[in-house]
């Protein structure tokens, strides 16, 4: 039982590497050089935030869902330490709020940053889903080396 998991993990991983590879050669990125359009973009000032607000900055973002996450697994920890809980009562609940939250976080972050970073929409939609298959491939692949 456990070799057949094994062989499943191996062939995934496999696979996994070769789209890597292939993605990876299929465009010339070892020649790209990032360099500023004009002499106004080559240099940054506190001044010029072209109406920017608050909430666009990523670092915003980030430090929300750290504390966010630091919340729910300390609630979760809470929930499980206690010996009066109901244990197959919200587990259920519990995962499916859990997965929600990190998928919705994920695709519409993805989404956002990338229309923020001037790519056309129709590219941000393939990289959400590039992104979200990922994190699928990666769910399916700690199933089976979990089971």
Partial sequence: MVSSHVTSMLVMGILAGIVI????????????SPRA????EAG????DQDG???????GLWAGAFVLLSVGAIAGVVVFVSNPA????????????AAGLFV?????LGVYITATQRGHPKSLAAAETATVTGALFLLAVATQLIGA
């Fill in 103 to 107: 998928a919705v976080y994920v695709v």
């Fill in 44 to 47: 940054w000032s506190p001044d």
């Fill in 85 to 96: 809980a109901p244990t197959g009562l919200l587990s259920g609940p519990i995962a499916v």
């Fill in 37 to 40: 359009t004009s002499d106004t």
């Fill in 21 to 32: 590879a292939a993605i990876a050669r299929s465009r010339p990125w070892h020649q790209y």
């Fill in 52 to 58: 920017q607000s608050v909430l666009s900055g990523t």
